[in-house]
């Protein structure tokens, strides 16, 4: 059986991802040796095709910036909820007399907007971290 041009060209995804047999291995580069014109053609393309590579410490980066993430939103969660329930705490003054802390501390209530602005931020957050799959 006769090895065409065309069954080189076939095989070139197999031989160049490094999966073809041994066998496969030598055809290609036995017919490259014979084929100046190919031989060119695919070293243009392995140059052309050739990613930089990542940097080493890629994982690492990914990883700090996902803790990143979560601490963040973990912190928003925390002040958002502080900033919801406390104007509606409840105290204790002067021989057990309860209140809620909103009816006599007025400056109390400012905290509902910035709740309301952090729950926008957590969810936004929460948004980003389920895109990204955590």
């Known amino acids: 059986m006769q090895v065409t041009r065309n069954v080189i060209v076939d095989l070139m995804p197999l031989y160049n991802s490094g999966e073809a047999s041994h066998d ?24 052309q095709e050739a990613a930089p590579a990542p940097p080493s410490d890629a994982e690492r980066i ?51 907007p910035v709740a309301v602005v952090l729950w926008f931020w957590y969810a936004r957050l929460h948004r980003s971290a389920r895109s990204a799959g955590l």
Not at 35 to 45: G, I, Y
Not at 80 to 87: I, K, Q, S, V
């Open 62 to 112: 990914a990883l700090e910036k996902t803790r990143r993430l979560l601490r963040r939103r973990q912190w928003v969660m925390a002040f958002a909820l502080l900033c919801t329930l406390l104007p509606l705490s409840f105290g204790d003054l002067d021989g057990g007399f309860t209140f809620v802390m909103f009816r006599d501390m007025p400056w109390s209530r400012a905290l509902w």
């Open 24 to 47: 496969t291995r030598a055809l290609v580069e036995d017919y490259l040796r014979r084929d100046p014109a190919l031989r060119q053609l695919v070293d243009a393309n392995e140059a």
